[in-house]
């Protein structure tokens, strides 16, 4: 399938999945929602590869253009794994609608000496600030953790999300350049 292909096909399994999520934040969600068990791994929901390649094409796009829709497709399709790295899990509400990601892999673009990197971590705008980030973000430490890793990274672009991280109990280690854009570099202790 050619690129314009891939984008008309998401670009009408998005509009379907916006109109539900749109009806889903008018009321039918709770404010906060329970994530323990809505986490599914890409691995067994491979059709939503292009989804999640679109949300991180159209999230981190601008910061580097090399880096195109097709590129990002081939590189969550390589992420379809269980229980090895590198591997993304989704959030899947309780009718099915995909709300949400995060990765773990072994390289995020700076600094090869360290890792594994949590990345992509988005959640459709419709349903931020109910904890569902929160919650993938700790899927992934959970993961990270069930794997044998002791600390685990991630670099943010922007400048008000280390604070949130903060939150999480990550810590600033640095400030790093990735593709031309000045990043902040953070850990997580896992022991
Ligand atoms: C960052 C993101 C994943 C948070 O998802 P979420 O489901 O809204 O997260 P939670 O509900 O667990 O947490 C919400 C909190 O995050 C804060 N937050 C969200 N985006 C933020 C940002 N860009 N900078 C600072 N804080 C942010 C909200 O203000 C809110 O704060 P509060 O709890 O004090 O009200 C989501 O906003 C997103 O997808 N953003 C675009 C992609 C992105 O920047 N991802 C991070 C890459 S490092």
């Known amino acids: 399938m050619v690129e314009a292909d891939v984008r008309a096909s998401i670009g009408k399994s998005l509009r379907s999945h ?51 829709f097709t590129r990002r497709v081939e590189s969550f399709a390589r992420h379809c794994n269980l229980n090895e790295i590198p591997l993304t899990v989704l959030y899947i ?18 600094r090869p000496d360290i890792g594994p990197w949590l990345g992509s971590v988005y959640v459709d705008p419709a349903v931020r600030a109910r904890g569902i980030g929160t919650e993938l973000v700790k899927e992934i430490e959970r993961k990270a953790r069930t794997l044998g890793y002791m600390k685990i990274y991630l670099l943010t672009y922007e400048d008000t999300l280390p604070d949130w991280y903060a939150g999480l109990g990550w810590k600033t280690i640095g400030k790093d350049v990735c593709h031309g854009n000045e990043v902040t570099v953070m850990e997580l202790d896992l022991s």
Request: hydrophobic fraction near 40%; proline fraction near 3%; glycine fraction near 8%.
């Open 18 to 68: 916006k109109r539900r999520a749109a009806e889903s934040s008018a009321g039918a969600l709770p404010s906060r929602v329970d994530c323990t068990s809505n986490f599914v791994y890409l691995a067994e929901l491979k059709h939503l590869v292009g989804l999640c390649a679109w949300w991180a094409f159209k999230t981190w796009g601008k910061y580097n253009s090399a880096y195109t």
């Open 93 to 110: 509400d309780d009718e099915g609608l995909p709300l949400g990601m995060a990765s773990l892999r072994l390289n995020d673009g700076i």
